[in-house]
């Protein structure tokens, strides 16, 4: 009969209706698995929403060893659903860290050359000051009282982790979507900390598009009854239904038609015909499925909302009174601005604006579009070439700066 729900379906909904370990959540957010700082009430840090948070954390990763002289730094920034485990086996997953295929010993980003860094952005999950993070004043999760964020919060966080680890200047700066966001901010923040910068696969704002599939995410998420109004901490309850929906809607606009039609095609899932039901009768169904289970492990529901609402608010040429070259003007950070041909999340006009405006401001900047199926995610993919142009960027910056040449 249409509609009955396949044996694939219950799977599904079992492993949705498993009850989160809440403490387990909020300690990763209070303790979590990797270095952390903290500093107390008399040093605040304050949001642009004009909020004071206090006491603030930042959680991160290093990798590498920083020289001497204090001139091989390099920040990694994340993207939306990423976090600081860049090259690590992920504590929550036990999944090996979300740019492997990028940084490590010999890798593009060598560890055994540049001193590595990456931070969970204010407003994540993983240890830095977010929403499932306890609010001082109550004793309880922030939930919704936690303040809204801005790309450049989570960028001026940064600046002041660094600070405490006593780096003032960046060998470089590199970040994919989100990330490529705050790269930029960087360099328009913080030009005399940047030497070179790497913003890829990203924008200088959100399209209508793209805050239109946040919207949708978010709807998702709040219409979830266990999203109780995101108190669900408090309440022993979890928006897993909807964060899975939010994160397989997500997901879809990371890739590419190409991409899809190669991996899955219409094909079935261990099966020969259709089910006439509304199981996951296609490999692209159980795909997604699986993608959002998986989200909803390590992932909390109200950072989503969060992170997602700084990307869509982020506008950088807004800052500089809507000229975008104003945001690099006399900057002598170098850039180079990577796009991929399928990437219909943040198409390539979007970083050849970038360049322009780069232009404008007698900014010295390389481009490339690469040639890929991949979509958006092919930043994080296995790309020959992608590797190729950032390790010779950063060895072409490396040399600038007098560092020695990488063994062979």
């Known amino acids: 009969m249409l509609g009955s729900p396949g044996p694939g379906s219950q799977m599904v909904e079992a492993q949705l209706n498993v009850k989160p370990d809440f403490s387990a959540r909020v300690q990763e957010s209070e303790q979590p698995r990797s270095q952390v700082v ?9 949001l642009d929403a004009g909020v004071e948070l206090a006491p603030f954390q930042i959680a991160y990763q290093t990798y590498g060893t920083l020289n001497p002289e204090r001139t091989n730094a390099v920040l990694i920034c994340h993207a939306l659903t990423g976090d600081q485990h860049v090259a690590n086996t992920h504590p929550v997953t036990g999944k090996p860290g979300w740019w492997e295929t990028m940084v490590g010993p010999g890798r593009p980003i060598d560890t055994e050359r540049y001193f590595v860094i990456c931070a969970n952005v204010v407003g994540g999950c993983m240890g ?15 939930g919704l ?18 600070d405490h680890l006593g780096i003032g200047m960046l060998l470089a700066v590199a970040g994919g979507s989100m990330g490529g966001m705050q790269v930029l901010q960087w360099a328009a923040s913080y030009p005399e900390r940047v030497f070179a910068a790497l913003p890829i696969a990203t924008a200088t704002r959100h399209s209508a598009q793209n805050i239109a599939f946040h919207e949708v995410g978010r709807q998702a998420v709040m219409a979830d009854p266990d999203w109780r109004q995101g108190r669900y901490l408090l309440e022993g309850t979890s928006p897993r239904r909807g964060l899975a929906v939010a994160r397989m809607g997500a997901h879809i606009t990371y890739l590419s038609d190409a991409a899809l ?7 079935f899932q261990d099966r020969d015909n259709p ?5 996951a009768d ?24 969060y992170l997602t ?57 390389s481009f490339a579009e690469i040639d890929t199926d991949k979509g958006h995610d092919a930043f994080l993919l296995d790309e020959p070439e992608l590797f190729a142009i950032v390790r010779g960027f950063l060895e072409s910056a490396a040399a600038a700066r007098g560092l020695a040449a990488a063994r062979r």
């Open 261 to 267: 039609h190669r991996k899955f095609g219409r094909r």
């Open 38 to 46: 903290r500093f107390g009430p008399e040093q605040p840090f304050r």
């Open 309 to 365: 609402r700084a990307m869509d608010y982020f506008d950088l040429a807004a800052d500089y009174d809507g000229v975008l070259a104003n945001a690099f003007k006399g900057t002598k950070t170098r850039f180079c601005v990577i796009s991929f041909t399928s990437d219909w999340l943040f198409p390539t006009p979007e970083s050849r604006a970038i360049v322009h405006a780069l232009n404008a401001a007698a900014a010295r900047v």
């Open 282 to 305: 296609f490999q692209v169904e159980s795909y997604l499925r699986h993608q959002g289970i998986t989200f909803v492990e390590r992932f909390d529901a109200n950072s989503y909302l």
């Open 275 to 279: 089910t006439f039901s509304f199981d």
């Open 128 to 142: 830095t000051t977010g929403p499932s993070s306890i609010d001082p004043a109550s004793g309880l999760p922030y």
């Open 145 to 162: 009282g936690f303040p809204g964020v801005t790309v450049r919060d989570m960028v001026r966080a940064q600046a002041v982790l660094l």
